[in-house]
């Protein structure tokens, strides 16, 4: 075993945009991968999440079914926890839908919208939860990177920050809608 | 025109002296609900039936007290051997008045050789249950209007305003305020036009004190005003009452015009040069409109909205012109002060709190009515002795007083006094005067939450700590009598409270979470036991060094 | 004895600061002569004070109520405290309040980036908003030829209402309703468009803090505020009087 | 937009319009009595429609949205009719205390309208009060203007269920 501190990232309901940023970090990913093991996420295979994980990154608001009970569980099984972008800060985009019921905004999507199998699905996608919410809204969060992606180097910034044992300031870095 | 005075009080002495018996009839609200107008039209047909209109009379008059017994009837309550029934049916006039002249109607007694009776000390209310409401005469024969008359032949202003402050009165409203440092105030203040508002919104639920002096004896109120006017140096005068009393409303405007037609309002009163005249305005069902600012702002026919003070209303009130406003129960002390008195006031009370306080008793109290006992009285005495003690037969968990802005205060401090200081110490206050007795069933959180919906729903919604702070305050009770709280909502709930406490603009939003932190005090653990099982690992939160390591 | 003359300049302290001030300038405008930042929303230079949004409160010795630093009024010997802890974290509370009261989606909003809420929680150090959002069902109103007005968007610091009011005349904004479910409406609640009082000034366009009131067809990036208009109106009219 | 006029033609010879001119005129046609004047309407009229908000805005001189605005501000104010007959839940907190909130529940689910609602056959309006100063009769409710202190659920639903026995007789 390693005795480098571990890294996750997860996906809610989000657009992916904050991974790609992500990714943005370019080579610095090496330096990253030098300070930190990159232990589970959507870009590495694993599939099972790590028994406990130092620092955990989320993307996304909390939406469905799945989404709530992913989030409590990588919440138990991770030290630090940190929303990722406005969708996991805020719930942004994913929680405009709040104002309908779910049953409309399905109707919307599913049927009203489509031109071909008309119909709500009922297994394989996640049922919806009532409203979309921020991460914080269902455990409780450590750091937050508002942003709608965070720019690369705020995310850098923000992770070598945390794995030297301080927590980021980045009023001047990132802010709502960034 | 003191004479006039006297020649009106004789006439009515006479009158009544042609008179063998006097059955008076409660037509305040709470006796009406119950049919206390039909009741008084039997009586009237009744004595005319058995031809006795000549030496018996039937009258109209305000509340006695005890509504829980009601419709309440006196007969000749000015005489020794004054004999009250209770809940009066239409159905018993006839066995009343055939009983005048012999031994009363045992089944309808009411004693009044209880403490509700003994114990109160009346001088807001001395008229209350008295006298005819609708008629001025009644008033004046009971030295009505001679205070009014003393200040303006034989007082200057300044000596009306030693007087009140002398009396040690507060405001009655709920704060407290000195009313003799608000009349020399406003009295300073620079201006010609000035103006005397009474506060008549009673807007508390659970308060009917203002209701009732409105309804049983209006032209106290009149006389009051008029007395602060002349004090103040200023003519005209409203009075702010709520839409919802249409019989308060309705009593005020005979009085009004009685008051105008004998002279004691408009100009030059009682022969002197002194003009006051009386307006009344509607509220329109707006509890914020009870604070000052947003009182002036409805006067003045816009949105009851509140705004910052300073400037105060003695300074800058109605119209920008420097204003002073009481409520009813304060005006309802200046008559009986000038009378007798500011050291005769004084006298009464204790310590910082002069004077009696008229309280509302509700709930789960046998003697649900409206009494006026001497500042100090223990809360034990007024729930147990005058209250008469718990209904259904339950214990007594706990009394909240000051409505939406107060508190609740359990059974263990009852025997604290009864003034402004003793009951803010105990995170509460004085308020109006609303008392709701509360037994075990009754659960603190729900309590809370009740009156977070209220202070929620009466949000005028200018500033933002009070308008949106509420709302979260009250959907964290909510989850609360859900049993879904976790104990972040419990921080959560806390740090809203103080915040909206002290960053709101007016006294709503600074009083709302009261009734929160009070039963926050008292009752912690019927929080805790609304909370949701803990969530465990869900519920962690990490430290930085942990991963530094 | 009556005091042969009247004080007009008063000294007092703000935040350990002396300063010298005219007896009718506000303790804001004290600070910003000072260059002492002190966050405000409702407040607009050009239009009276209401005091409505609670973020300029500050501290002032010897007394222990929060005073609205727009609506207090400078008095010998005052000492003012403009940014203790307590009134950064009432500051922040209030934004939350705010963020959470309507729909505010920073990231798709034509102001994103022009807005004062939007800077004000960077400024003020905002990462996230502590309560939970209350979601209200809003229409956007797009009525106007010119202007769109979104609800959504809104933080009911009436500065529309009070420019429309008091610079142009022609109130065609106020406020309905109360507590949460105010709403800034025109004329008789009805679609902008149709408000026969409207001038299409665009003043209130113009002095709108967030993303509420906007050009219809301006891109984020266009979408700037013009302001200065305001104190050259007031000073132009007393001029002419 | 009409400019001032101190005695505007009302929207129509409804009598009712000669009160509430009236009204103004005590007032000084001053948008102070602005407040007055509403009442005036609604005790009229039972409720503010469009047409009486801008006569009353035009008369006063008052701008439409202040008087909107004032209209919505203050619970009295209906800009809707009301129903035929008109039962008020007191919401007060001895009346809460003893068990209201359980009538007004049974009262909703009856009728299938919320507080503040009107059955959309118009027959019945079901009104909340913060507290009509009975507290002594707790719990209280009012029935077409008529107060019932100590009210209990089956009491309140059969009164109720006789104004619309009564209605259907009526009709029938």
Known sequence: ?178 | MFDRLEEITKAEQETAGRFDHTVDVCVAAGCMSSQSVAIKEALEKEVEAHGQGHRCRVRGTGCMGLCAAGPLITVDAEKPGEIMYKQVTVGDAADIVASLDSTPVERLRCRTDVPFFQRQKKIALENSGLIDPERIEEYIAREGYSGLMRALTEMSPSDVIDEVVASGLRGRGGGGYPTGLKWTTVAKSDGDVKYVICNADEGDPGAFMDRSVLESDPHRILEGMAIAGYAIGASQGYVYVRGEYPTAVARLKTAIRQARRANMLGSGIGGTLFNFHVDIRLGAGAFVCGEETALIASIEGKRGTPRPRPPYPAEFGLWGRPTLINNVETFANIAPIIRNGGDWYARIGSGASKGTKVFALAGSIINTGLIEVPMGTPLREIVYEIGGGISGGGECKAIQTGGPSGGCIPAGYFDTPVDYESLSALGSIMGSGGMIVMDESASMVDVARYFMEFCMTESCGRCVPCRVGTVHMHNILDKFSRHEATPHDLELLEKLCDMVRNTSLCGLGQTAPNPVMSTLRYFRDEYMDCMMPELNGAERVGELMEVAR | MKRPFKTRIKTLKIDGIDVGAREDETILELAQENDIFIPTLCHLEGVHDVGSCRLCLVEVRGTNKLLPACMTYAEEGMEVITNSERLQAYRRQVLDLLFSERNHVCSVCVSNGHCELQWLAGKLGISHVGVPYLYPQLEVDASHRYYSYDPNRCILCTRCVRVCDEIEGAHTWDVMGRGVECLVISDLNQPWGTAESCTRCGKCVQVCPTGALFNKGRAVAEMTKRRDFLPYLQTMREGRK | MTPRNEKLEPPSDDKRWRIVQATMQRNGYERDGLIETLHTVQESFGYLDDESLRYVAASLNAPLSQVYGVSTFYHLFSLKPAGRHTCVVCLGTACYIKGIPHLLKEIERTYGIKAGETTSDGHLSLITARCLGSCGLAPVAVFNGEIAGKIEIEHALARLAALREAEDVRQA
């Not at chain 1, 501190?5 to 992916?16: I, K, M, N, Q, R």
């Not at chain 1, 989320?58 to 406005?86: F, N, P, Q």
Request: charged residues 25%; aromatic residues 6%.
């Open chain 1, 1 to 178: 075993m390693s005795e480098k501190p571990t890294l996750a990232t997860v996906w809610l309901d989000g657009c992916s945009g904050c991974h790609m940023s992500f990714l943005d970090i370019d080579e610095r990913i090496l330096d990253l991968a030098a300070q930190a093991d990159l232990v589970y996420s959507p870009l590495v295979d694993t599939k099972e999440f790590p028994e406990m994980v130092d620092i955990t990154l989320i993307e996304g608001a909390v939406s469905s079914e799945e989404d709530y009970h992913k989030i409590r569980m990588v919440r138990e099984h991770t030290r630090l926890l940190v929303s990722l972008g406005d969708c996991a800060v805020t719930a942004n985009v994913p929680a405009m839908r709040n104002r309908f019921a779910v049953r409309s905004v399905l109707e919307r999507a599913y049927i009203e919208n489509a031109d071909l199998n008309q119909d709500i699905p009922v297994q394989v996608i996640p049922a919806l939860r009532e409203t979309s919410i921020p991460v914080h809204q269902v455990v409780p969060v450590d750091v937050f990177i508002p942003g709608c992606p965070p720019a690369a180097d705020t995310i850098f910034f923000a992770l070598t920050e945390l794995l030297a044992g301080r927590k980021p300031d980045l009023r001047t870095t990132t802010r709502f809608g960034a």
